[in-house]
């Protein structure tokens, strides 16, 4: 699949495509629906798919201090689009100088000018343009007025999002994040809530206490509520998958440490080295919530008890990776 970071890296020879549009933060179902019916669309007229998104998130330009946390960062975001059907991603830089671009602007620099659109499929409730004055039925619009101008004309296609208790939105996962209900997260993505990142070096007290985990920090990204988990960490070079026992937060037990980061302790495996690897930390169950311990002994009761949980929870009977 191809990403291109801006309007000057797709091709001049580019021919017509079928074009989706969104943050797609997440990639869940409901952008899911609006991805297969453009690939339906695509299919029907010979073309490829392309994905139109932004970084960083308008939100972080717009309103700084109302900007969500990312559950999907741009690069995990290309690879999830291509799985489920797109053929390549447009990266668009949004800036304040972006944001100040009118609805019309958008279509006939970026959807005609650039992607040749034959179709333009998004989600029934999209918005864009300054203002977020345009939406799908001036999409609608626009397609017809261009049509009977004698020019490149597209046909403009609103998906439903629904299904589930609402509709399916990257805000509804990040709530369902803050109350730590991953598997109610997973239901609205498809598939488990992640955190990828490269493994780093702590302070090596879970080596020490006979519980070695693989550390990675959250940083801006979406990440469950504070606590255990019991889920999954695999090795992105080999693709080797282990069962876990996971804790998000801060380490209340112990002093000095403040950054909120993924510890994961591979279950019945202390032999791996995983530092520098980038690995994917994925969350199936919550164990319980993160509680501060009066004593270290307290606390290793505390870690023996989520490792059987996680164990049963897995269905882990122990021994080697899942691949």
């Not at 409730?125 to 619009?141: I, K, T």
């Not at 498809?190 to 090596?204: I, L």
């Not at 279950?267 to 530092?275: I, K």
């Not at 882990?316 to 899942?322: K, L, Q």
Request: proline share 5%; with cysteine.
């Amino acid at each position: 699949m191809r990403v291109w970071r801006s309007l000057a890296d797709v091709p001049a020879d580019l021919g017509r495509t079928v074009v989706t549009v969104g943050n797609f933060d997440g990639v869940h179902l409901g952008h899911q629906r609006v991805i297969r019916r453009a690939r339906d669309e695509a299919d029907a007229l010979q073309a490829p798919v392309v994905a139109v998104t932004f970084d960083p998130h308008p939100m972080a330009v717009l309103r700084p201090h109302q900007a969500p946390a990312v559950i999907t960062s741009v690069e995990r975001r290309a690879d999830l689009l291509g799985a489920v059907g797109v053929d390549a991603v447009l990266v668009l830089r949004f800036d304040r100088d972006l944001a100040s671009w009118s609805p019309e602007r958008f279509v006939e620099e970026i959807l005609v000018g650039t992607l040749h659109a034959a179709a333009v499929v998004v989600g029934e409730n999209f918005r864009f343009g300054s203002r977020a004055a345009g939406d799908v039925a001036l999409l609608e619009r626009m397609g017809r007025e261009l049509d009977s101008a004698g020019e490149q004309e597209f046909r403009a296609v609103g998906v439903p999002l629904g299904s589930g208790p609402e509709v399916w939105s990257s805000s509804y996962v990040r709530r369902c994040l803050a109350d730590g209900d991953v598997e109610a997260a997973a239901a609205a993505l498809g598939r488990p809530v992640s955190v990828v990142g490269p493994v780093q070096r702590g302070d090596q007290r879970g080596r020490e206490l006979g519980y070695p985990t693989a550390n990675v920090a959250i940083g801006a990204k979406a990440a469950p509520a504070d606590g255990v988990y019991a889920g999954w960490l695999t090795v992105l070079q080999d693709g080797a998958r282990h069962p876990a026992a996971i804790s998000v937060g801060t380490n209340p037990t112990f002093e000095g440490q403040r950054l909120r980061r993924v510890e994961a302790h591979v279950l019945d495996r202390d032999d791996l080295d995983l530092y520098d690897r980038v690995v994917e930390v994925s969350f199936t169950h919550r164990l319980r919530g993160m509680a501060r311990f009066d004593s270290v002994a307290e606390l290793l009761d505390a870690m023996a008890r989520d490792v059987t949980e996680a164990r049963h929870a897995l269905g882990a009977s122990g021994g080697g990776a899942d691949r």
